[in-house]
């Protein structure tokens, strides 16, 4: 459902070049992704790998050399290459520490061609395994370039969606694919995913998540509530943009048709309702109208 050209070398290292120099911006938007993601700093992420005791704790292993080659940042091209190809090896047999790194490798374009949807792809098979490292390594791509979550979250939902439609067989694949896209890139609920994922790390035994997920509410990064259910699960969120009918025979008041395009939702946190909708205003202005109402009649009963 989700299959965006990648951007090329040139044109990542010539937005890499305008983000660095404050320039003026004249690139694609997939290509701004992959340079802020090059960007990110996961050192904090590799110290957690690297911990033998957190590792132990759910029956995995660690990888130091790899772990202090990368932390390093002085490995060759061709040491480089080398890493990446052992890593590899390693990842198709079962290893998931290996499998993590590979996907570290292919968030930041080091020593193999950036592709976050491969990067995506190798936490996920982690998180699979009950390995909260992978798990929560998804939410940290997520939170450091929102704008991805086409890459990060695509094959998951394209799964689901497709669930969805064969209860729901009036909704075209295009359509389907545009609502998708449009809760991917909606920003309450990739705050709110990351949550979700967060949690589910904490719940499958890491030690830095909970206090990971309240850093991002204090920061303002994630709500302190989660928001309507419509922006927490996909299913809920189709629901709403596709009747279980079709949309002309749904609502239809003579002058005015609703469609799943403009289908309203609840008012958001990130999202302040209009100044109108203010039930003080509105008690006011009430008020005020019944008052002159009073002297008008009282005017004229005295005349």
């Keep these: 459902m989700?299959?965006?050209?990648l951007p090329t070398e040139d044109e990542i290292n010539h937005c890499l070049t305008?983000?660095?120099?404050?320039?003026?911006?004249?690139h694609s938007t997939a290509a701004e992704k992959?340079?802020?993601?090059?960007?990110?700093?996961?050192?904090?992420?590799l110290d957690q790998w690297r911990n033998e005791s957190w590792a132990q704790a759910i029956g995995q292993t660690t990888l130091p050399?790899?772990?202090a080659a990368l932390q390093s940042g002085k490995l060759l091209p061709e040491q480089g290459a080398k890493m990446a190809t052992f890593l590899q090896k390693q990842a198709e047999q079962g290893q998931t520490i290996a499998c993590l790194y590979l996907a570290y490798l292919h968030?930041?374009?080091?020593?193999v061609q950036q592709n976050l949807a491969k990067a995506a792809d190798g936490a996920h098979q982690v998180a699979q395994k009950k390995d909260w490292r992978g798990t929560q390594f998804l939410a940290e791509m997520l939170n450091a370039v929102p704008e991805s979550a086409t890459e990060i979250l695509g094959k998951q939902t394209t799964q689901i969606a497709q669930k969805w439609q064969q209860n729901h067989p009036h909704v075209s694949d295009n359509d389907l694919q545009a609502a998708c896209k449009r809760f991917l890139s909606n920003p309450i609920v990739v705050k709110q995913t990351i949550r979700q994922i967060l949690q589910a790390a904490a719940k499958q035994g890491s030690?830095?998540?909970?206090?990971?997920?309240?850093?991002?509410?204090?920061?303002?990064n994630i709500s302190p509530s989660p928001p309507a259910k419509q922006y927490c699960q996909l299913e809920i969120w189709l629901d709403t943009q596709f009747p279980a009918t079709p949309p002309r025979e749904l609502i239809s008041s003579g002058d005015v048709e609703i469609f799943p395009s403009n289908t309203p939702?609840?008012?958001?946190?990130?999202?302040?309702?209009?100044?109108?909708q203010n039930p003080k205003i509105i008690m006011w202005t009430g008020v005020m109208l019944g008052l002159l109402v009073l002297m008008w009649l009282s005017v004229k009963f005295m005349k």
């Design 207 to 220: 030690p830095t998540a909970e206090q990971r997920l309240r850093n991002l509410i204090v920061q303002g």
């Design 18 to 26: 305008q983000m660095l120099t404050d320039g003026i911006h004249q």
């Design 34 to 45: 992959y340079a802020k993601m090059r960007l990110t700093d996961f050192s904090f992420v």
């Design 2 to 5: 989700f299959h965006e050209p």
């Design 65 to 67: 050399k790899v772990a």
């Design 107 to 111: 968030s930041k374009g080091l020593f």
């Design 265 to 276: 939702f609840l008012p958001q946190i990130d999202s302040e309702p209009e100044w109108w």
